[in-house]
């Protein structure tokens, strides 16, 4: 069962544009939803999270909107950089576990 | 990586035979966990402990099993190989506070031929 679901599965950007990643989630128990970064070769890492209560989180370039009625959250990279490639993951939080979604490999076209 | 580490890195072997993968952390993290990373999937939970000999069954547990003796130990074993369990297997920690934040592992590459 698949309680987080992610678009797109690949994405191109140019240097400087704006990266969005859609995700949608089933499950109302989360209590928070955080993004990983994963860089080819390396684990996953905690790159921005959000608390269901809250809007919008803004750390940087890297926003994350959450819309709780539609159960839907996004990450959006502004500005976005050649150094942001990476995959992507979103993903909700509760009781101590973690279920990701099924990641979004970016590439920024210089 | 947040004084993680795994072993073997990378390890191939043949089909039926038993596998066991090592997580060791050095930041007295309470929670542990075991999660495969495939094409497609995401990262998918097979484990996970919540304290010494406290383990329960993850999203996709069927073939594995797990053991923790020592709080900074994690130890994934196949009992069986499968070529289906050919994949990338990542240890993570976290601490009770922000469950939300794990710290992954470099990754074992397993190739069951």
């Known amino acids: 069962q698949q309680q987080v679901k992610q678009s797109p599965q690949s994405l191109i950007v140019q240097k400087g544009g704006i990266s969005i990643i859609n995700c949608a989630y089933e499950?109302?128990?989360?209590?928070?939803f955080p993004w990983y970064q994963q860089f080819p070769g390396k684990g996953p890492a905690l790159l921005i999270a959000?608390?269901?209560?809250?809007s919008e989180k803004k750390e940087g370039r890297f926003t994350i909107s959450f819309n709780k009625s539609a159960k839907q959250f996004s990450l959006h990279i502004m500005d976005s950089q050649p150094g942001d490639s990476a995959t992507y993951f979103c993903?909700?939080?509760?009781?101590?576990?973690?279920?990701f979604g099924s990641g979004t490999r970016l590439s920024i076209r210089p | 990586d947040a004084g993680i580490t795994q072993s073997p890195r990378h390890k191939v072997t043949e089909t039926g035979t038993p596998v066991t993968l090592r997580c060791h952390q050095t930041e007295n993290h309470r929670y542990m966990y075991w999660y495969r990373q495939d094409p497609g999937h995401g990262l998918r939970l097979i484990h996970y402990s919540y304290g010494v000999k406290d383990t329960d069954k993850g999203e996709v547990s069927d073939g594995y099993s797990v053991s923790r003796s020592k709080t900074e130990d994690f130890l994934l074993t196949l009992e069986s190989a499968t070529s289906s369990q050919t994949s990338v297997y990542f240890c993570?920690?976290?601490?009770?506070?922000?469950?939300?934040?794990?710290?992954f592992g470099p990754g074992t590459r397993l190739t069951v031929t």
């Open positions: 959000i608390r269901p209560d809250v």
């Open positions: 993570a920690i976290s601490e009770l506070t922000r469950e939300y934040e794990q710290y």
């Open positions: 499950n109302t128990a989360f209590d928070y």
């Open positions: 993903a909700g939080s509760s009781a101590s576990k973690i279920i």
